[in-house]
Nanobody, 124 residues
């Protein structure tokens, strides 16, 4: 059974930084899409970072230049470095992994495995 175990959430002041981690069991990153998503009340789950099978990362305009996704050399852990945080970044953050997709567009239906989520709160 595949499990994604997420850690690193918490509360930070506006302008601060936070780094999330996502360790996988029963799954190896790098061959298929992996990504980070967030969700707030009244809004659908939103992609904030994706990595394709060729290692290319993509970000939406809302986080471009502030968020950076990476994969460790052992291909066991995903990371999301978040800088220059604002209150609008407050959400539950999830990591995700795909069974089949090698080209990633940030659609939730591209992903089969999900973490339980962690709360990120940015105070003003």
């Amino acid at each position: 059974q595949v499990q994604l175990v997420e850690s690193g959430g918490g509360s930070v002041p506006a302008g601060g930084s936070l780094k999330l981690s996502c360790a996988a069991s029963g799954y190896t990153y790098g061959e298929k899409c992996a990504g980070w998503f967030r969700q707030v009340p009244g809004k659908q789950r939103e992609a904030v970072a994706q990595i394709d099978s060729d290692g290319m990362t993509t970000y939406p305009d809302s986080v471009q230049g502030r968020f950076t996704m990476s994969l460790d050399t052992a291909k066991t852990t995903l990371y999301l470095q978040m800088d220059s945080l604002t209150p609008e970044d407050t959400a539950i953050y999830y990591c995700a992994a795909s069974r089949w997709y090698v080209r990633c567009r940030g659609r939730t239906d591209e992903y089969s495995y999900w973490s339980q989520g962690t709360q990120v709160t940015v105070t003003s």
